[in-house]
């Protein structure tokens, strides 16, 4: 009989989507679906498990081993640069990280920029290739807010539908990368259960392809 696959999934609305493409894959395991507090499943038949965990966290489950496999976004990727194996794009999340700030902002002040992220890594790398100073002021979310109350004069963040900038009189000023869903494995798990793991792949390729 194979071998288990422990697979650490982004809690919420996101690990909803990617719960789908699992079970479109033959994976499911229906109990994740149900309205519960429950974080952690298991199918026997499908020879899954799901661990849910917060979004930001789930490449800390893989890159520890906790996890055999799991799903990002290409951001966190970027940001934590976490050593473990980027397999598929998932073609789910997609959004885009970008600078943005209060409408009409321009950039005339001589001193630092103070951009306001949870990006700290993806905004420095940015700035640094553009030979701009800037004071990262880091936060862990509702970014938007910085600007608008003088925390800081630009933000570097995730935009989806754009729907936050808007409703904060916000714009964005340039795209630093376009990111989405990614599945990533643990790198020992990846040689230990190659057969797994890669059956696993395949049947998300045919699914996604249908
Ligand atoms: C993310 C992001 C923006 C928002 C963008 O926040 O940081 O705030 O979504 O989505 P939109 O373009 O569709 O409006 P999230 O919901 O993860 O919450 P957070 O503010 O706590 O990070």
Aim: charge should be negative; glycine fraction near 8%.
């Amino acid at each position: 009989m194979s071998q288990m696959i422990n697979i650490a999934l982004p809690k919420g609305r996101l690990g909803e989507r990617v719960y789908g493409i699992f079970e479109a894959a033959g994976r499911g395991c229906p109990a994740v679906l149900e309205d519960s507090r429950k974080l952690f499943f298991e199918d026997e038949a499908s020879r899954v498990r799901y661990f849910l965990a917060k979004p930001s966290d789930t490449h800390i489950y893989v890159e520890r081993g906790a996890a055999d496999i799991g799903v990002t976004g290409k951001d966190i990727l970027l940001e934590y640069n976490p050593d473990v194996y980027e397999l598929m794009d998932l073609g789910v999340g997609v959004c885009r990280v970008v600078v943005a700030a209060k409408k009409n902002f321009e950039d005339e002040t001589d001193g630092a920029l103070r951009v306001a992220t949870k990006f700290a890594n993806i905004a420095r790398g940015y700035y640094d290739g553009r030979g701009r100073e800037i004071d990262i002021i880091k936060l862990s979310g509702s970014i938007e807010l910085a600007p608008m109350v003088g925390l800081s004069d630009v933000i570097v963040d995730i935009v989806e539908t754009g729907r936050t900038l808007i409703d904060n009189g916000m714009e964005p000023m340039q795209t630093i990368t376009d990111v989405s869903a990614r599945l990533i494995a643990n790198k020992v798990s990846y040689r230990f259960k190659h057969a797994e793991i890669t059956a696993l792949c395949e049947a998300i390729r045919r699914s996604m392809a249908k």
